[in-house]
C-alpha cells in the first residue's frame, strides 16, 4: 500500500524550506550509496551532519509527530533523522530496494526499515519527470505529490525516481521502523482506524464503537513489538 499524506507542511513552511535549502551544502549523492546503487544514483543531497539538514530535518519530526494520518498509517516506533536530496539536470536513480537497517547518526541506535517516506519540497509543475516510481502487486505507480505532501510506502519495494529534465525536485526522505512489523497487518489496522473513525461520526453513542476500539487496541497489543 502506498499511502498518500497531505499538508504535513504548510505552503509557508514549503518556502522556508525551499529557501533554506537553495543555498545549502549539495554534495554528490554517490557518497551514501551502497555498491549496487550507486551504480544508478544520480542526484545530490546534504551530508547527514549538515546543519540545515539537521534543523529542518527536526521540523519535519516535529510535525509527524502530530500528524494523525502518518501516526496510523505507519504506527512508528522510530524515525529516521530526515535527509535532503535534489535532482536536477537529468539526476535521477534507478531500480534499487532500500538498505533494511540504517544507524542513526550520531548515536548507538539502529533502526530497521519497515517503511520508506518521502516528502515532496517541489511543486509538481515547477519540474519535469522526478516521479517516483513504485513496484507493487498489481504493477507501477507513479508518484508525485504536491509540495509538503508526503509518500509513505514499504521499504520492501523496488522503487526509482525517473530522470527530472526540467527544473529541480527537492524532496525530504527517511525511513521507519514501526511497531508492527508485517505490511498486511498495519494496512488491516489502519483500515479498521479508519472504520470506528467514521462510525464515531456518524453514530457516536453505538455501543460498538467502543468494542470496536477495543479490538483496535487488543490487535495492536497482540502485534506490536515495542
Ligand atoms: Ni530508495
Not at 499511502?3 to 533554506?20: K, T
Not at 547527514?48 to 530535518?57: H, I, Q, S, T, Y
Request: glycine letters at 8%; hydrophobic letters at 45%; proline letters at 6%.
Amino acid at each position: 500500500m502506498i499511502l498518500a499524506i497531505p499538508a504535513v507542511l504548510s505552503p509557508q513552511e514549503v518556502c522556508v524550506f525551499r529557501q533554506d535549502l537553495e543555498g545549502a551544502s549539495w554534495r554528490d549523492g554517490r557518497a551514501t550509496a551502497g555498491s549496487v546503487a550507486e551504480r544508478v544514483k544520480a542526484n545530490q543531497q546534504l551530508a547527514d551532519d549538515d546543519p540545515v539538514a539537521a534543523r529542518l530535518g527536526g521540523l519535519v519530526l516535529e510535525r509527524l509527530a502530530h500528524n494523525e494520518r502518518f501516526i496510523a498509517g505507519a504506527l512508528p516506533l522510530k524515525v529516521l533523522p530526515p535527509r535532503f536530496n535534489r535532482y536536477a539536470d537529468g539526476g535521477t536513480y534507478g531500480d534499487h530496494v532500500d538498505a533494511a537497517v540504517f544507524s542513526v547518526p550520531g548515536s548507538p541506535h539502529r533502526l530497521r526499515s519497515d517503511l520508506s517516506a518521502t516528502l515532496f519540497l517541489s511543486e509538481p509543475d515547477d519540474y519535469d519527470g522526478g516521479e517516483l516510481m513504485i513496484e507493487g502487486e498489481f504493477g507501477v505507480s507513479a508518484i508525485k505529490l504536491p509540495a509538503g505532501h508526503l509518500a509513505l510506502y514499504s521499504a520492501r519495494t523496488v522503487h526509482r525516481v525517473t530522470p527530472v529534465t526540467r527544473g529541480a525536485r527537492l524532496a525530504a526522505f527517511f525511513w521507519i521502523e514501526s511497531l508492527v512489523r508485517e505490511g498486511e497487518r498495519r494496512e488491516m489496522l489502519l483500515e479498521l482506524d479508519d472504520a470506528i473513525r467514521a462510525l464515531r461520526i456518524d453514530t457516536p453513542d453505538h455501543p460498538s464503537v467502543v468494542r470496536l476500539t477495543g479490538l483496535y487496541h487488543n490487535l495492536l497489543r497482540a502485534w506490536a513489538q515495542t
